[in-house]
């Protein structure tokens, strides 16, 4: 769970060997000296935003806000903080309307308000219990505020309020985690800033892309070389994304799904809950065809937001790096979705890890991985998606989270038996060595994802049928 000790945060900093015939898909442009010196000119600048900006085409429909951004920035990099928060501003109004209209954009500066009362009173009175534990008391106020909603009457006027409020509050929950996360910093930034951050306009999911202020003020660029770098890193990472695209859309999807007609597997899934019977086999394919199409779409998502938050001037890391490359869970845990494994890094596993069970170090490690793998990753999907909340009410919701539930519970095992079995790599047969604990780490995650759909809730009962259909245990 921790970064430092972290394999793939090491393979993520140190360079990618090359293949052993020097040939790369793409190459490292960023290390070659005339390409550095070219990307520092204005010409150079130039080039490089029409190169972007033709790859953005491919892969944003918001392409012509985001290549008109990216060059105001790149013109006025000392400004480039203060134009993050007015594209945070503008980004956040343009996308409330166009979902919802006017209703639930009126709620933004109200979030927004409080937002910047919680930060002040973090800052401010750091000894009280909320300046102490100002995560810890920002989730369980939200929690409860839920709860509250849920018992309100459906046919009152307050009703609906409360739960426009709420569904703004919690898009812009763990953004405000962070600010709040680094209000205890000496180098902290003004909430002006802190609010570029909040669903930046370069792009993110409920999960922060990329984590918050502090995060962004270690790998900001501070001088043309940097900008150079990260900018040509960011345009390496727009093209391995549109690349994956295209493989997606023209080959993977056609291949599996049309010439070799493997079902979908959420229409398998529903096959399985109507006791409909299929082969087996057409179960296993089903879900391997889902679980690696879910790999390439992550990690096209991932990429198109770290490429254009490089190229704004910050050299981000990637959000998936290699996951088939995992020898242990905790491992491809890490490498498959970055940012939130480090969301509940910082907001479940460090307070964990810092407070509890000092004395005794396995426990510890045990308990913080938990708190994070297992609670953490409950809690920010059960109130991820108000709707069932809002539908069900609170207590029939969390009855039916009951499959994520045990996900998380055998995800979080996974990973703290993995931590603590890790020992230092000995030299051993590729197959031994790589293969197999790439196998079972794939294996696990595979079969796993049995219990981890979120878009829709399943009755456990029905996961644990389709788990039988994979082993020929169900008619």
């Not at 594209?87 to 409080?114: E, K, M, Y």
């Not at 973090?122 to 909603?149: D, I, K, M, Y």
Request: glycine share 6%; proline share 5%; hydrophobic share 50%.
């Amino acid at each position: 769970m921790t970064a430092a000790a972290d394999p793939a945060c090491k393979a993520r900093i140190s360079p990618r060997k090359p293949f052993p015939w020097g040939f790369r898909l793409i190459p490292p442009i960023e290390t070659f000296p005339p390409v550095l010196w070219f990307a520092q000119t204005i010409i150079g600048k130039l080039l490089l935003l029409a190169i972007f900006g033709k790859l953005l085409w491919y892969a944003h429909s918001e392409w012509r806000q985001l290549i008109i951004l990216l060059a105001i920035i790149t013109a006025l990099p000392q400004y480039r903080r203060i134009l993050l928060t007015f594209g945070a501003l503008l980004w956040a109004g343009d996308t409330w309307w166009q979902s919802t209209g006017h209703r639930l954009l009126l709620q933004v500066p109200i979030v927004l308000i409080v937002a910047a009362l919680l930060f002040s009173a973090a800052t401010r009175f750091r000894q009280s219990w909320f300046g102490r534990r100002p995560v810890a008391s920002l989730l369980a106020g939200f929690a409860l505020a839920v709860l509250l909603a849920s018992y309100l009457p459906t046919d009152r006027h307050l009703r609906t309020l409360s739960w426009d409020f709420l569904t703004v509050a919690g898009t812009y929950l763990w953004f405000i985690a962070y600010s709040l996360l680094d209000s205890g910093s000496k180098n902290r930034d003004p909430f002006a800033l802190q609010v570029g951050t909040y669903h930046p306009f370069w792009g993110s999911s409920s999960t922060p892309f990329v984590k918050g202020a502090a995060y962004l003020r270690r790998i900001e660029a501070h001088n043309p070389e940097q900008l150079a770098i990260a900018q040509l890193k960011g345009l390496k990472l727009l093209t391995w994304a549109v690349i994956l695209g295209f493989f997606l859309e023209k080959a993977f999807m056609p291949v599996v799904h049309g010439y070799l007609k493997i079902p979908l597997y959420s229409h398998l899934f529903e096959l399985s809950i109507q006791r409909a019977p299929f082969p087996w086999y057409i179960a296993w394919a089903s879900l391997i065809a889902n679980f690696l199409r879910s790999l390439l779409q992550i990690s096209i998502f991932g990429h198109g937001i770290v490429a254009c938050c490089r190229m704004a001037g910050f050299l981000a890391l990637r959000n998936t790096y290699r996951p088939l490359e995992s020898r242990s869970i905790a491992e491809f845990w890490n490498r498959y979705y970055y940012y939130f494994k480090e969301l509940l890094v910082d907001c479940f596993f460090y307070p964990t890890f810092f407070r509890y069970c000092k004395s005794r170090r396995r426990l510890r490690l045990f308990v913080a991985t938990f708190a994070a793998a297992c609670f953490g990753n409950v809690f920010y999907h059960f109130f991820r998606n108000l709707n069932y909340i809002k539908e069900l009410g609170f207590w029939k919701a969390l009855a039916g989270f009951d499959a994520y539930i045990f996900y998380s519970v055998v995800l979080a095992a996974g990973i703290a038996i993995s931590q603590l079995r890790q020992r230092p790599v000995k030299t051993t047969s590729w197959i031994r060595g790589r293969f197999v604990p790439t196998f079972c780490v794939i294996s696990f995650f595979c079969i796993l994802s049995v219990f981890g759909a979120t878009d829709k809730r399943y009755p456990i009962q029905e996961c644990f049928r389709f788990l039988a259909h994979l082993f020929n245990l169900a008619s």
